[in-house]
């Protein structure tokens, strides 16, 4: 099993910045994929920025060029800088672990950015 807690989230207006975190505890493999997803009202799901343990980054075209994942392998933790922030970011922002066959998911932290 493994535990997710993200943290970072709150409230702020267009155009700042907000550094989310996602600490990995438990059965941790060295091999794995960690990624933050968001969910706005009304919406589905979506992925954001995914990161592998060898480091290869992936973004959503809607934050490319604004949003910055990276992670410290030694602190199982993942990290999003989200910087020129829009209304339409806002939503409850979730990370994932996924190690093999297996996926995890964090309780979720809510971002607003109002306008």
């Known amino acids: 099993q493994v535990q997710l807690v993200e943290s970072g989230g709150g409230l702020v207006q267009a155009g700042g910045s907000l550094r989310l975190s996602c600490v990995a505890s438990?059965?941790?493999?060295?091999?794995?994929?960690m990624g933050w997803y968001r969910q706005a009202p009304g919406k589905e799901r979506e992925w954001v920025a995914i990161i592998t343990s060898g480091g290869n980054k992936f973004y959503l075209d809607s934050v490319k060029g604004r949003f910055t994942i990276s992670r410290d392998n030694a602190k199982n933790t993942v990290f999003l800088q989200m910087n020129s922030l829009k209304p339409d970011d806002t939503g409850v922002y979730y990370c994932?672990?996924?190690?093999?066959?297996?996926?995890?998911w964090g309780q979720g932290t809510q971002v607003t950015v109002s306008s």
């Open positions: 994932r672990h996924v190690r093999g066959s297996s996926e995890y």
């Open positions: 438990g059965s941790i493999d060295s091999i794995n994929v």
